[in-house]
């Protein structure tokens, strides 16, 4: 490999060496070659590399990790020996201290960047990244690919990176136990029974994924398979085969006949056992650095539609946070917007006078309204609907008493997009005293903060929370709070 003449044109193929300075937001190494940028993939910050480019733009370009020259100190040996092939954890090989400082770090620059806030109020306001102490094994949600593998065997597994083709995974260090043994199970009732899985390519077969939910404080488990048909053949075979799984309490078929990568299809049918798992979650107290538990919570009813965190023991630390960050005394009425099957909204009710939640999922709110009831909760009401349709038509609508709905705090926790400008618009309006934003997407919390700082409120609190370890994902959680001028 011929290195590049200084003079010569960065063109593709070249080899380049450079050192690693940072990590960009898709997990690749950043570093510098003559004044340009370059996205390294599977290179972490502190490598010295030779990389090989594989695009060019006109100010950064893409290389891919030709030789390792000298090894960053915060690289480690991941404990999956999939993990360069894998798409699903994409900065594993990053000491795990470093991970969490690499998305506090993205958080924060994010926030200058996009929200126009000052290094020094996000450097100040920032606690320390709460992370866990073992970090695997920590998924209640898994969603496993079925195909074909090269040798025309059968394989579950996961899609390798950028691409659709499946690495066989058995046990994924990110998942419970229990899932390799239903997955083994699937796949001897489908060899059994001639049950074919889906090829994508040419839209034939049956059987596309298999989604596996676990409950983690009750250990129940919910399998659902996700098929291109109508019907399952042999389905009292598979119900035979899943039967032995330690706490299995649900088999569910959903029929997804569409081409599309959206994995879950309208309609789920129940075959055996219930339609939904039961969990619980405690809250911790986050004075401590360890978050004990405090004793106090709440139980959850999950249906497989619904969205439910998927770490269970960062959520118990991320809903305390939003309690502690919410500072409530009992009297307040708060909103809990994009509030899925009513997690948070019930610990704000038990510390609240009044809690509204909305969400846009009519069996997220079904499963919300069952959950107050379950935990004996009055003060919680549910309204079905998009936040930015259902703010405005409750404010404005000609009886209702505003003052009344004066709240006190609002909540939310938007999807990735963030929030409808029309609702951000809507809670400016409504005037609260605090905002606490929990947020899975640092660019649209930043976009979000500053229309609402613009709006008259100021930078309180800040955390990240690690929910995604390995991953790239960033889960944050910020309060606002209105300026008195
Ligand atoms: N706070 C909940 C759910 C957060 S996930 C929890 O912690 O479990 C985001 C939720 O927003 C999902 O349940 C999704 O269905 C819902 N959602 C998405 N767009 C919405 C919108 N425009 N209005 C209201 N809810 C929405």
Not at 7 to 33: F, H, P, Q
Not at 114 to 126: Q, S, V
Not at 135 to 162: E, H
Not at 233 to 260: C, F, H, M, S, Y
Request: aromatic share 8%.
């Amino acid at each position: 490999m011929a290195m590049l003449d200084k003079l010569d044109k960065l063109d593709k193929n070249d080899v380049i060496e450079l050192t690693i300075e940072d990590m960009g937001s898709d997990g690749a190494g950043v570093g510098r070659y003559e004044g340009m940028t370059f996205f390294v993939k599977d290179a972490v910050t502190g490598d010295k590399v030779m990389a090989r480019i594989t695009k060019m733009k006109k100010n950064y370009g893409f290389a891919r990790l030709e030789k390792m020259l000298k090894p960053s100190e915060h690289r480690v040996i991941p404990e999956c020996e999939l993990h360069s092939r894998c798409g699903g954890c994409q900065i594993s090989v990053l000491a795990y201290g470093q991970q969490l400082a690499y998305k506090q770090k993205k958080v924060q620059e994010t926030l200058n960047r996009i929200g126009g806030f000052a290094p020094e109020l996000t450097e100040r306001i920032f606690e320390p990244a709460a992370g866990m102490d073992y970090p695997y094994r920590y998924r209640n949600k898994a969603q496993f690919p079925i195909g074909t593998g090269k040798d025309g065997k059968l394989v579950a597994g996961f899609y390798a990176a950028r691409t659709h083709s499946i690495i066989p995974v058995s046990d994924c260090r990110l998942g419970p136990l229990v899932n390799r043994e239903v997955l083994l199970a699937v796949l001897a009732y489908m060899e059994e029974n001639h049950v074919e899985p889906y090829d994508e390519t040419r839209g034939t077969g049956l059987v596309r994924h298999v989604l596996i939910r676990n409950a983690f404080a009750t250990n129940e488990v919910m399998v659902c398979l996700v098929i291109n048909g109508r019907r399952l053949p042999a389905q009292d075979k598979l119900i035979a085969a899943l039967r032995g799984v330690e706490g299995l309490t649900g088999i569910l078929v959903n029929q997804n006949r569409k081409n599309t990568n959206v994995i879950l299809g309208d309609v789920t049918q129940l075959i055996y056992g219930r339609d939904y798992i039961m969990d619980s979650v405690s809250l911790r107290d986050c004075g401590s650095p360890d978050f004990p538990r405090t004793g106090e919570s709440v139980d959850y009813r999950i249906s497989p539609q619904s969205f439910y965190q998927v770490n269970p023991e960062q959520t118990e630390k991320l809903y305390s946070l939003v309690l502690e960050y919410a500072g409530l005394t009992g009297k307040e009425t708060v909103w809990d917007l994009y509030c899925g099957i009513g997690t948070i909204s019930l610990f704000l009710a038990q510390r609240a006078g009044k809690v509204y939640g909305v969400e846009s999922v009519p069996q997220a709110i079904e499963d919300a309204r069952k959950n107050a009831a379950q935990n004996g909760i009055v003060n919680a009401e549910f309204f079905e609907g998009k936040a930015e349709d259902v703010l405005p038509q409750f404010y404005q609508s000609e009886d209702a008493d505003v003052d009344a709905l004066h709240p006190d705090v609002i909540v939310v926790d938007p999807p990735r997009k963030g929030c409808d400008e029309r609702c951000l618009e809507a809670m400016i309006q409504m005037r609260p005293e605090r905002i606490v934003y929990v947020s899975c997407d640092p660019a649209t919390l930043a976009r979000d903060l500053k229309i609402l700082c613009d709006g008259g409120y100021e930078l309180k609190r800040g955390r990240v929370v690690d929910q995604f370890c390995h991953t790239v994902h960033v889960e944050t959680i910020v309060s606002i709070q209105r300026k008195t001028s």
